[in-house]
């Protein structure tokens, strides 16, 4: 019998099959013991033993080696099922043909990762027609031998294949571990973790739920495709309560039963948990494609399981700060610094799309008195109604912003000067409409009013610094003319030139309303 | 190019692709085309596992797919958009029952290319009948009537191999191709017509089940046949009836008569139709177009479909190939207004769950402690588990 190298077996393996697989090393195997000794086919059957059962994984036949599905039981007491029993090689004859079994007993690694193996009873049947004549004794020892040569280079396949997983599951650990710590700085980090979740073990879905503890709700947050697509499910809420959806029991620490046992082997639960407080729940699942999750990937997955929740809280810690930092707490409006960024992008998409951007800059009338008289506690109350009214007025794409002390400014997009103007009516009346209580006064109540200037690109400017500047100058026209008003910078400027050319009239404290 | 076929229980396919294959190397001696045989397991996986790691899973260029699993992979990202290649889809060349499932969407798309179909039918051997059926075609028109003919069928003296029914596509155990013609015969399905609820739990769909599982149960079939390992497939003079959805081979020479599967009084019934489509990461889309082009032309897909007792797709082909027929009239009452498997997103993966369920069954029976809620509780999770799918796609 001549020995082949395992490279000889698989000179070039086939597109689409890695070298090492097992069944194409199976394939090599049939094809080559048939040709050899001259069978009329050849199958490979794996031997379930819990069941009795020879499921059919490959066979040979006129030419074309094929996997199919069938799982039978081998007749009690046929050459097949002696050839199990005692696992020594039995031929057989019968109106099927000439048969010749050859048990074989391969060592898996085992799947859970341990560094076992798992023995798989296997048989092959060489198969000659009835017309054609039985296997001879030593025909039938030549045959084994050819085969058990094979079984030695398949060891040295599984070992390669063995090796590649083992060097996947370390760029897996190295990269994952640099994905979830780098993930505190990136802006969308939730994506950033579901990507790095899905690159390396790539589950049909995976799914991200965070407890929003003070509504008591587990609220979705993204899901990832095994295609990598990712998108929202915030959409998804499910009261944090015993009994009100499987999920919430499982946050809750209290789910068992049929469907869960049933679930096991194509989905994870994974509560993530922070110093032993759970914040939300990870699942990666393989339902779509009903495949078992590997014991080795849900074991690696799982050991990442604090670096994922810690990662999840940091990022949910760090928007956290970058709220404080970016937002005034007393009004609950943007800062000064949150508004030059944003400015800086609605100039650009007004002046891009030839759109206009109107900006709304107003200031509390009297304010630094109120502090004086009343206190900063009232001076703050003020403040935080303006920020209310303020809010509850806008659009979605609207920006406003406490530019400073008292001045608020507004950058209304793609509005005109008269939508602008509507809206500071709109303000000024309702927060005129605010009553401020003032314990230990007279007055008993304070009442607000707003002076509001306008201006807008591109009628009043052209520039971001212009139009900052034509806001301010519209406020201080209203500021110098009697306050608790509103002035657009077009309208100032035709007044100004008006007075301009009347030979200074207005110098003399001729006050008009604009 | 490679292809990668399905895996069938008939080893006559795999020549005939073989031979097909030959026809078309020797046509196009450029074109290099290897082709692969797979089961539908191992089909399935080899393309989810694509979608997991597609450098380290390549796909083949052109695979062949159950229709039904147009939709899922084309949602996937897996399957090239085969309409602006294909004259015969512009042009809608298919029976109409095809069409419906084909452009399910109605996105002016078309992802696969109907090849081959077969439809589940009965046949009979009238001299084995004699004395249990005098008129098969009335007594046989309905599951009852065809459940009391298998009782009254003895067998003949000295046959000690003879069985009263023979299921040649068997793979062992109870599949969902087994039991979904009879789920079909009592108008039950998996899913709701509208799609939005799995309906493994009604009743129709049940007694669908059930039908087929009795036949076990009452040792009318043998599950996990130890006689199919020993001898392969029944011959046909060993039995008095055989449901399979091909034409059989030496079926004139055994003498066998066909008729529409039980149930189907008027003809019609479930159709399984098998599609060609080329992958989204072939390397060369217009070569592997052009391949299922010339495979769905009506001389080869004929031929092919021919060689394994099967049907081609392409109208021209298949009117042909059902004027040819010796049971040309049975043949068109099957085909007279058949149902395909919806072809919808979860459509494969509620196959599976059913298929789960019926593998746990079927190991039950064998061991002789099935009893009919285990089937209730199998197809009520089946049904939670498919409900719940339908919720996530």
Known sequence: MIKKSVNEHFPSPLPGEAFGDRGAFMRGALEAVTGEFGLDGASFYEHDLKNGLLRLRLRHVAGVTFEHQENLRPVPGSAAARALETQGRTAGKGSGGSFLYLPFTFEFCDPSGARATVPCSSLIRLERSPRRRGFTASESAKAEAYLRSYLRDYYKAEFLSLNRKYDKNIAAITELTEVFATALRVRDSFRHILSGIQTYFGFDRVRLYLIDEKNRKLKGELSADIRGQIKSISYEEIPLEAGAHRFADIVLGRSSGAFMERYKDCVLYMPLAVQGVTIGLLIVD?????????????????????????????????????????????????????????????????????????????????????????????????????????????????????YGGDEIIILLP????????????????????????????????????????????????????????????????????????????????????????????????????? | MLIWLLSDHDHRKHVAFKNLLGRFSAAYPDARAEFVVKSRKSMWESLFAHLRDPKRNQLADVIEIPQNWTELLSRL????????????????????????????????????????????????????????????????????????????????????????????????????????????????????????????????????????????????????????????????????????????????????????????????????????????????????????????EPRNAGVFAEGFGAFPCLKPAFEERVREEKEEEVYRRLFAAPELMPNIMVYPTAELLLQRALWRISLKIVRGDFDREDLLRELIMAQGEADYLLSLY
């Open chain 1, 286 to 402: 393989n339902l779509l494609s009903q495949q078992k999750i590997e014991p080795q990937e849900l074991a690696m997955l799982k050991s990442f399981g604090g670096q994922i929740a810690l990662a999840v809280d940091n990022s949910r810690l760090f928007d956290k700060v970058e709220e404080l930092s970016l937002y005034d707490e007393l009004t609950k409006l943007p800062l000064r610094r949150y508004f030059n960024q944003r400015y800086q992008e609605e100039f650009y998409r007004a002046e891009r799309f030839k759109q206009p951007l109107a900006m709304v800059w107003a200031d509390i009338d009297y304010f630094k008195e109120v502090n004086d008289t009343y206190g900063h506690q009232i001076g703050d109350k003020v403040l935080k109604e303006a920020g209310r009214v303020i809010l509850s007025n806008l659009r979605k794409i609207d920006f406003p912003c406490r």
């Open chain 1, 414 to 514: 793609q509005a005109t000067g008269e939508e602008a103007r509507r809206l500071a009516q709109r303000l000024s009346q309702e927060l005129n409409e605010v009553r401020i209580p003032v314990p230990f006064s007279s007055a008993k109540e304070l009442r607000v009013t707003l002076s509001i200037g306008v201006a807008t690109f591109p009628g009043d400017a052209a520039t971001m610094d212009s139009l900052l500047e034509k806001a301010d100058d519209a406020l201080y026209w209203v500021k110098s003319h009697g306050r608790a008003g509103i002035a657009l910078y077009s309208e100032v400027a035709a007044e100004k030139a008006k007075a301009a050319a009347a030979g200074g009239e207005a110098k003399n404290g001729d006050t008009t309303k604009v």
């Open chain 2, 77 to 296: 990202g897996l399957l090239s958009d085969l309409l602006p290649h294909l004259d015969c889809l512009a042009q809608r060349r298919f029976p109409e029952f095809i069409l419906k499932e084909l452009f399910y969407n109605d996105e002016g798309r078309a992802f696969s290319a109907p090849w081959w179909l077969e439809a589940p039918a009965l046949f009979y051997r009238p001299q084995a009948l004699k004395g249990a059926v005098a008129d098969p075609e009335k007594e046989l028109a309905t599951w009852e009537g065809f459940r009391a003919a298998l009782d009254r069928v003895k067998p003949p003296p000295r046959r000690p191999a003879f069985r009263a029914l023979s299921v040649p596509g068997s793979s062992g155990a109870a599949a969902v191709t087994d039991v979904l013609p009879r789920v079909w015969g009592r108008r039950g399905g998996l899913f709701s017509e509208d799609y939005n609820r799995a309906t493994f739990n009604r009743e129709e769909t049940i007694g669908g089940v059930d039908d087929w599982l009795e036949l076990a149960v009452s040792g009318k079939i043998e599950l996990f046949s130890a006689e199919r390992f020993e001898t392969g497939p029944q011959p046909a003079e060993d039995c008095a009836f055989m449901i399979s959805s091909r034409k059989l081979q030496g079926a004139s020479r055994a003498g066998l008569r066909m008729l529409p599967y039980p149930g189907y009084p008027s003809g019609g019934g479930l159709l399984l139709a098998y599609n060609l489509a080329v992958t989204s990461s072939a390397r060369d889309q217009g070569a592997a177009s052009a391949f299922v082009g010339w495979a769905l």
